[in-house]
Every structure is written in structure tokens, then in C-alpha cells.
């Protein structure tokens, strides 16, 4: 396994009232390569000619968005008891994924993080798992489900063909669900959950600590909440209203793709590009987009 070892690089940037803001670049991180940050917790990229069995790092907390997309090769994943969050589509396309092993301290499964796995066939979700989002295991062969006590937020199709209790092949799911679970239950052959839905657009996960979607409608300032500590991939998606985001010192990650940029500012942030090396003029655009009355100059 290849590990890259990331040089931090600062840019200066100055906005309108002068005051510098210091961001602290990762370089271009490629398919080539398995690349851990923030100190190892956060599993950003998996070098995809990985084969056969995947085993995370200890003392990893979330696996990133995108993470494993298109290891095609994979066929076992185990997950240690530090992870916590599995993020939106962080095992799309595994094409060969057959075993998935979670560990006792993980909480959430974000939206279309197992997409494309066509050849899970069991999936136990551990006591401690909360949320799992929509079309979480959108897979067409599971036959055996075990869910944990805690597991509550059960979105969309989260578990397969509409949460109905038979797959896409029109099997039959031997479901089992802890007895200490009051939320969850079968009801009229579908899985469901009788858990108090908050409706809201801007959505915050892993405890308030990752802002995962920003309401697109939402217009003028955007303040993110003190405790945030990532600023998800495409969290600004589409906010084309919004004019300024005041970021609280607690941001440590900004994770962005150039394609669509997600830009926020603050003092000490961490920008993280995914697709090539930033430079001066990707991330002029980038501000250019989301926070016109910025101006800035490189040096």
C-alpha cells in the first residue's frame, strides 16, 4: 500500500478589509495513491489497484467521500472501532465487495455509501450505528439484515429495494432486530422507522461536527455553526444566493472539487482539492463563484 506523506503549502489571500487569511493547501492526491490526513483520522483516498482484503488504519474516524469509489478490486473491507462516520458514496462502485465488517464505534452511514456494491449479501449494523442514509445499500442480492439497538434515522431505500423485505431479485431478507431497539420495526413488509423526522435542509452530521449540504435556497450570509470541523465535498452545491460564509475557528477541513466549488474563509482553514494540484487561479475561481466580494492576490 502506498502512503503519501502531504506537504502543507500556505497561501495568503486578502480580503476586502485586509485582513489576511492563511490557508494551509494538501497537494494533488491521485488514484494512485492511499492518502490518510488530519493526522491520520481522516481516510481521504484509497489507491484503487488495492485487491482482495482492505483494513483501515486505527485511530481512523471517518472514511471520506468518495473514498473507495471505483476500487473495483476490493473484496473485504474491515472498519475499526475508532471509525464513526462513513461518508456519502465512500464505497461506490466496489464492484467486487462481498464482506463488509463494521466496528462497535460507528455512527453513521451517509446517503449511497455502499452504491453499486452488487454483491453484499449481509449487512449487520452494529449497536452503536445511528443514521443511515438514503439508498445507504442499494444492492440488489442482500438476504440477511441485522440491525443494532441504536439505529433510528432510516432514510430512503437505505436498506435495499425500498426498505421492503425482499431484494431486487425478489428473495426474501432474513431480517433481525435487537429487541432493545424501539425505532425500528417491519410494517406491512417494509422496514421502518417510527423515530421524529426534523425537517431541514441544511444538514449537519457526526454530532454537529461535519456540515455535510447547505440549504441551496438559502440567501445572503451563511454563518456555520461553532463546533463545525469539516466543510463537506459539495456542501455549497448550488447556493447560488448566498454572499458571504463566516467559517468558526473550530473548521479545520475544507473539502472541495474544483468542478463544483464549495469555497468558505477563515483564519488557520485546511482546503483540501481532490481532483488536481491548486494553484492560484483554481482557487481565485473558486472564490469568485461563491463569495463575489472578496478580493484577493497571490503572491
Partial sequence: MKI????????????????????IV???TNMH???YIDGGKHLLRVEYHQKGEFIINEGTEIIGE??????????????????????????????SLTNIVFGSGLEIVDERAFQGCHWLTRIELPDSLETLGEYAFPGSRVNEIIVGS??????????????????????????????????????????????????????????GKILRQVDANHQGDFIVNEGTEIIGKHAFGGCNEITSIVLPNSVRIIQDNVEE?????????????HNKKPDAQSISACFDRLIPAITHKFP
Fill in 4 to 23: 503519501q506523506i502531504l506537504i502543507q503549502i500556505t497561501i495568503t489571500l486578502f480580503v476586502v478589509n485586509l485582513h489576511a487569511v492563511s490557508y
Fill in 26 to 28: 494538501y497537494p494533488f
Fill in 33 to 35: 495513491e492511499t492518502v
Fill in 66 to 95: 468518495s473514498s473507495f469509489e471505483t476500487c473495483r478490486n476490493i473484496t473485504s473491507v474491515f472498519i475499526p472501532d475508532s471509525i464513526t462516520v462513513i461518508m456519502k458514496n465512500a464505497f461506490a462502485n466496489c464492484e
Fill in 150 to 207: 441504536g439505529l433510528r434515522n432510516l432514510g430512503k431505500g437505505a436498506l435495499g429495494n425500498d426498505n421492503l423485505i425482499t431484494n431486487w431479485l425478489g428473495q426474501a431478507i432474513n431480517i433481525t432486530i435487537s429487541p432493545d431497539n424501539k425505532w425500528i420495526h417491519v410494517e406491512n413488509g417494509r422496514i421502518v422507522s417510527t423515530y421524529p423526522k426534523k425537517e431541514t435542509k441544511t444538514i449537519y452530521i457526526n454530532k
Fill in 261 to 273: 466549488p464549495s469555497c468558505a474563509f477563515g483564519e488557520g482553514q485546511t482546503f483540501v482539492n
